[in-house]
């Protein structure tokens, strides 16, 4: 069966310091990989996607990017956090399928405070 | 541009009882997806039930299921006999190939009352 984790679990950083969110896939080969930013008391919204290895697909401007070095990983990073870079971040994975969709499957997430 | 709508910030069950959550989405696609997933307290996102448009039949998963109205460009959730277990955050998500990626609504809170 497929699992995906996502570390750390929890994380609090300074206003301008780096920032490195890992997620890594089990069980299955060449996934679509997404990243998601969840904002207290509202929806997703989804950050960066990727099809492949250093395939990346950026939804929202921001100081925030992705890369891709493995099949199975998927990493966010950014070289300066803000403030309103707090939130809840989740990574998702789902089948690639050529073109059309399957269902997307979430990992537990990582919760940053930004001071 | 695709937009999915949740009217109902929260509901309130009482345990064994059933309920609807509702769900309406704008869009000039044909061919899409629609989800229902939730967040317990937890906050990892969990796959309830999943909607193909091209299939008339309402999607069931045991205690789940949906009312798909495509004219209406309606996807309600009824969650049947309600356990405690199911206190959560429910998002609907469409995805269409236009897009190419999950748009979620803003979510309903659902309290189950024992």
Not at chain 1, 45 to 65: A, K, R
Not at chain 1, 88 to 108: E, K
Request: net charge neutral; with cysteine; charged share 15%.
């Amino acid at each position: 069966s497929q699992t995906i984790h996502q570390w750390p679990a929890t994380l609090v950083q300074p206003v301008g310091s780096p920032l490195s969110l890992e997620c890594t896939v089990e069980g299955t080969s060449n996934p679509n990989l997404y990243w998601y930013r969840q904002a207290a008391g509202r929806g997703l919204q989804l950050l960066f996607y990727s099809v492949g290895i250093g395939q990346i697909s950026s939804e929202v401007p921001q100081n925030l990017s992705a890369s891709r070095p493995q099949d199975r990983q998927f990493i966010l990073s950014s070289k300066k956090l803000l403030l309103s870079d707090s939130g809840f971040y989740l990574c998702a994975w789902s089948r690639f399928s050529g073109g059309s969709t399957d269902t997307q499957y979430f990992g537990p997430g990582t919760r940053l405070t930004v001071l | 541009a695709q937009t999915v709508t949740q009217s109902q910030p929260e509901m309130s069950v009482q345990e064994a009882e059933t309920v609807t959550l509702s769900c309406t989405y704008d869009t000039s696609e044909s061919d899409y997806y629609l989800f229902w997933y939730k967040q317990p307290p937890s906050r990892q996102m969990i796959l309830v039930i999943r909607q193909e448009a091209y299939k008339q039949q309402n999607a069931t998963e045991n205690r789940f299921s949906v009312n798909f109205q495509k004219a209406a460009k309606s996807f309600s959730l009824k969650i049947s006999d309600s356990q405690l277990g199911d206190a959560a955050m429910y998002f609907c998500a469409y995805y269409g190939g236009a897009t190419n990626k999950l748009i979620f609504g803003t979510g309903t809170l659902l309290a189950v009352q024992p």
